[in-house]
């Protein structure tokens, strides 16, 4: 069967090209549907107040690095979006106490520009951002050494893909893009082989950490929040952390405020995870495959599907 073009992007597979019944079934899941979708493997949480949410996410950080020792070091992946959680996670460390030594952590991305990964001067700097809004906020002597602070790039892609064989993660942490994805796994181009069908759930597994093109949506998205609209600062290319690496991740934790994707999309990707529906149109889905996944709503971000003209 002939797959449809992509209503937002012809040259470029994503969601609008599913099936009319699961889009249709996806829309139709009110609140309670989707605190009904977990499954062995996939939990469902919903956080009636966003202090609670964040401070949640903010406890995963400490969890993981809690669990590190000398002979077992362990850290957490963790996103920019959100990062609401970021300023919470270093109070928590200085309040507690709690020494970071053999800690790690993993950057799930960063913005590229002519094959190059962009410096902690950029304003828009994944690693920059977590600096400011964490790391500079946790008394020095309980942090982490810098060399235990890892993000993807043009020089270190082996080095970084690697350290996930010789160091535990406990978890991997983010958000759901409007592109339906987790840090920058984005959906394909529409050309060559993937001309009439996107990549296979297994094919799209195996990739590892690697420079990407984004797609439009993502950076239509990006420059909505974080650049007010003007789409001219926001790179076209970013390095990002892979299925292959997120598959060695202990545990895969998606938390949505509703401010990086729509009730729409937070509901579509929960009922393709829950039902075991994998097309890496929606790259989201194939978590259906990884045997520890949650995601974590703010509850009145859910609303309902519903047409309301402002």
């Not at 950029?122 to 810098?146: C, D, G, Q, V, Y």
């Amino acid at each position: 069967m002939n797959r449809k073009q992509s209503m937002l992007a012809s040259d470029w597979w994503d969601y609008t090209t599913l099936d009319d019944e699961i889009l249709r079934d996806a829309a139709q899941l009110s609140i309670k549907d989707i605190e009904q979708l977990e499954r062995p493997g996939f939990k469902v949480m919903l956080h009636d107040t966003l202090e609670d949410l964040y401070l949640a996410a903010a406890l995963q950080y400490i969890t993981a690095w809690k669990s590190a020792t000398p002979s077992r070091p362990a850290g957490i992946c963790g996103p920019i979006g959100p990062t609401e959680q970021l300023p919470l996670v270093a109070r928590l460390v200085n309040e507690l106490e709690l020494s970071l030594k053999n800690a790690f952590f993993w950057g799930m991305d960063e913005w590229c520009i002519e094959d190059i990964a962009v410096n902690e001067s950029h304003p828009l700097s994944f690693a920059r951002t977590n600096l400011e809004l964490m790391f500079s906020k946790i008394n020095p002597r309980l942090l982490m050494p810098r060399e235990h602070i890892l993000y993807p790039g043009d020089k270190n892609l082996e080095r970084y893909s690697n350290s996930f064989d010789e160091v535990r993660c406990k978890v991997m942490l983010g958000g759901q893009g409007d592109a339906k994805h987790w840090a920058f796994n984005d959906p394909f181009k529409r050309e060559g082989i993937y001309k009439d069908a996107p990549p296979s759930p297994d094919e799209y597994r195996l990739l590892p950490a690697r420079k990407v093109e984004l797609h439009p949506i993502t950076i239509m998205q990006n420059a909505r929040t974080s650049s007010n609209g003007y789409i001219q600062n926001v790179p076209m290319h970013a390095f990002t952390v892979g299925p292959k690496e997120t598959w060695k991740a202990e545990k895969v934790s998606i938390w949505q405020a509703g401010n990086h994707d729509n009730p729409f999309g937070m509901r579509l990707t929960a009922f393709m995870i829950s039902k075991k529906i994998e097309d890496t149109s929606v790259p989201m889905s194939i978590l259906a495959g990884h045997p520890n996944v949650e995601f974590h709503y703010y509850r009145p971000a859910l609303k309902e599907i519903t047409v309301e003209m402002h």
